[in-house]
Nanobody, 125 residues
Framework: QVQPVESGGGLVRAGGSLRLSCAAS????????TGWFRQAPGKEREFVGT????????YYVDSVNGRFTISRDNAKNVVYLQMNSLKPEDTAVYLC??????????????????WGQGTQVTVSS
């Protein structure tokens, strides 16, 4: 079992930045592909981006490409989501998720096994 825990959410003005963290606890003897998703009220969960277990590959949804960056520090078992040039439409609960299988990173929620509780990001106009 791996338990991801998100932190770093908050309230920011449009154009501002936030950095979210996803810390993994539990069975961390190996590293996992880790994805970020978000869910706004009344909307379906949306893929934001993902990073491979070794950090060599990242993928993003078009709406955040160029504004968001995912990185990881495997020595600390932490994955980061750096969000720049935030827009009101980025407002959502952001969740990180871990894929326990050794395979290319997935861009759909079904590709992940362990989920955090989420952290709220609110962007004011």
């Amino acid at each position: 079992q791996v338990q991801p825990v998100e932190s770093g959410g908050g309230l920011v003005r449009a154009g501002g930045s936030l950095r979210l963290s996803c810390a993994a606890s539990g069975r961390t003897s190996r590293r996992y592909n880790t994805g970020w998703f978000r869910q706004a009220p009344g909307k379906e969960r949306e893929f934001v981006g993902t990073i491979s277990w070794n950090g060599d590959s990242t993928y993003y949804v078009d709406s955040v490409n160029g504004r968001f960056t995912i990185s990881r520090d495997n020595a600390k078992n932490v994955v980061y989501l750096q969000m720049n040039s935030l827009k009101p439409e980025d407002t959502a609960v952001y969740l990180c998720a871990v894929d326990r299988q050794f395979r290319p990173p997935r861009t759909v929620a079904d590709g992940y096994d362990y989920w955090g509780q989420g952290t709220q990001v609110t962007v004011s106009s």
